[in-house]
């Protein structure tokens, strides 16, 4: 993030008073008007600039926070210009535990990143007359809008529900009671209306967005369009072959096992996984993982001995073990 040296903005020494900083904006600001200058997109955004600072340096209460910051910068505590750190500072940083947010732009009249980090979206913004140069009221401006990023297991996913999330944001902790509709997919967004940055003058607060991250929960994945799922197989399960019984998080299922299937083999069962916008269900597939049987008894050991046998000098082993 960029620090901004509103002192050097306004063209004022950091010890000005209050009445030469109102006259320096006054001045800057009749000359950079947009409405004075239609249509020229450089002065247009040097007033945005001029008014951001005199939004900081023309409050008190603001300055003195900004200027605890201009002091950091300037020793070199904290780093200045664009590798400015505000955690550093602040203690804002990424959200916590399964989330990150971040500001998005609004429309051309919004603030710095900077300023919104730092005072919240709050407060004059600029107008679109001559009002604020001659102590005019404040244009309204609808505050900015929030992302964040949360992680949602699998099965939560699949059926939807409720569920509450905490968000770190520059105007301080949010604890949030959002619904997830059944068959969400990652990366899709949920809205929440009014929760995001508060508005500029008064105006309307922005939009907060939830982005879907969507992790394995109790041995299911979602991978691609399809709910995933590993099962154990014995053996002599996937030698001969089997049935099993399989749990989905909608039903139970008897599964065929084929004959000589190996290792990390899929079965791939249509309209049993994951749910759809169309109201058609995914494919469930089910990967399978062979594994040995422990606390083997007497006649079990025998059995495994005489396969053993068996299997020596056959035809389609290799030496070492390794099937042809």
Not at 115 to 143: K, L, P
Not at 192 to 197: A, F, K, Q, T, V
Request: net charge neutral.
């Amino acid at each position: 993030m960029e620090f901004k040296d509103y002192y050097s903005v306004l063209g004022v020494e950091k010890t000005a008073t209050d009445e030469e900083i109102k006259k320096k904006y006054r001045k800057l600001a009749k000359e950079y008007h947009p409405d004075a200058h239609p249509g020229d997109k450089a002065r247009e955004e040097k007033f945005k600039e001029i008014s951001e600072a005199y939004e900081v340096l023309g409050d008190k209460e603001k300055r003195a926070k900004y200027d605890q910051m201009y002091d950091s910068v300037k020793s070199g505590r904290f780093g200045g210009g664009y590798n400015f750190d505000p955690s550093a500072y602040t203690g804002f940083a990424s959200g916590p535990g399964g989330f990150t947010y971040t500001w998005t732009g609004g429309d051309a009249g919004d603030f710095s990143d900077f300023f919104n980090t730092f005072f919240g979206g709050r407060g004059g913004g600029f107008s679109t007359g001559f009002e604020d140069v001659f102590g005019g009221g404040a244009a309204r401006r609808r505050g900015q809008d929030i992302e964040a990023k949360v992680q949602i297991g699998v099965l939560q996913a699949y059926r939807g529900g409720e569920k509450t999330v905490t968000l770190k944001t520059p105007g301080g902790t949010k604890t949030v009671k959002y619904k997830i509709p059944a068959g969400i997919l990652p990366g899709e967004k949920i809205k929440l209306s009014g929760l995001g940055g508060a508005g500029i003058g008064g105006g309307s607060p922005g939009d907060l967005y939830l982005e879907m991250d969507i992790v394995p929960e109790g041995g299911f994945a979602l991978v691609g369009p399809d709910l995933e799922k590993t099962i154990d197989v014995f053996p002599w399960q996937a030698a001969l072959g089997d049935e099993m019984l399989v749990t989905t998080p909608a039903e139970k299922l008897n599964v065929k096992i084929p004959p000589g299937i190996q290792s990390g083999g899929k079965l791939r069962i249509a309209a049993r996984g994951y749910p759809g916008k169309s109201g058609k269900r995914g494919a469930l597939s089910l990967v399978v993982r062979i594994i040995n049987p422990t606390n083997l008894n007497d006649e079990m050991k025998d059995l495994f001995r005489k396969l053993s046998e068996a299997h020596k000098g056959a035809k389609n082993i290799r030496e070492g073990g390794d099937a042809l």
